[in-house]
């Protein structure tokens, strides 16, 4: 894949995996568009990535993609600003630990909104230029848990596992058109995803960002359409196909703890 000089829009880029995009894509020359919610935090990456890069156009969108309207709001944007997206990375995504019943109904609706519309949403509007220039990457964020029913996460690993579907049948629609598609899916990474939480849990074997989007990156130039960094990660998502499927959620609840 060559990089240098295209356009990439990173979702949920002010921390974590986003962030950590943004980083890596620059370094490989990669202009930026960057979209989440806190504007500080977006403007002050933007800052440091222009401190080392400064030949590269980075802009920041602050979007809560969540709200109704708001991923059409922000295609209309680029494409009013002429911008042409060459790499999308939908990136923004929420989930709750515990109790389905616990969960706020309108969380889950914006879980949902965010996790799985957001994201269809923005690869309708940008994959058709890419189709059309017969260049592009799509990178989809799923996870691990998006292989199994998660007990006190469910939610957010069905929407995974949206994620990973609609990824799958996505990629095999694109061969041959020259967008390569791919769906991202690490399990327990050092990010503020686990704050949220009332008590810490998946505190061990946890994987650096860096680590996930360096094998995201590396995975482009692959035939796959999923990508799983680590080797032990590799293992479960595997394994996970051996497994009874009632013995799931206890052994995917054990996992989380």
Request: proline residues 5%.
């Amino acid at each position: 894949m060559e990089w240098k000089n295209r356009t990439a829009l990173v979702t949920g880029a002010s921390s974590g995996i986003g962030a950590e995009f943004a980083v890596q894509l620059a370094a490989q020359g990669v202009n930026l568009v960057l979209v989440a919610r806190r504007a500080d935090r977006l403007e002050a990456l933007r800052g440091r990535l222009l401190e080392r890069h400064p030949a590269l156009r980075v802009d920041v969108v602050p979007t809560d993609l969540a709200a109704v309207g708001a991923t059409a709001a922000l295609a209309d944007q680029l494409h009013e600003a002429g911008q042409q997206i060459d790499v999308l990375v939908n990136n923004a995504g929420v989930g709750f630990h515990g109790p389905f019943a616990d969960e706020p109904a309108d969380e889950v609706a914006a879980e949902i909104r965010l996790n799985c519309g957001a994201l269809v949403d923005l690869t309708a509007r940008f994959l058709p230029g890419m189709r059309k220039a017969r260049r592009g990457v799509v990178i989809n964020l799923a996870s691990t848990s998006a292989f199994q029913p998660v007990p006190t996460m469910a939610v957010y690993a069905a929407t995974k596992a949206f994620v990973l579907s609609f990824t799958q049948a996505l990629w095999w629609e694109s061969r041959g058109s020259g967008v390569r598609v791919l769906a991202l899916c690490p399990g327990a990474t050092e990010t503020g995803f686990f704050d949220r939480a009332n008590a810490p849990y998946m505190t061990r074997g946890r994987q650096s960002v860096a680590q996930v989007v360096a094998a995201a990156l590396a995975a482009v130039d692959g035939s796959s359409p999923i990508v799983v960094p680590g080797a032990m990660n590799k293992l479960r998502a595997v394994g996970y196909r051996l497994i009874p499927r009632r013995l799931m959620p206890r052994l995917a609840e054990r996992t989380v703890r």
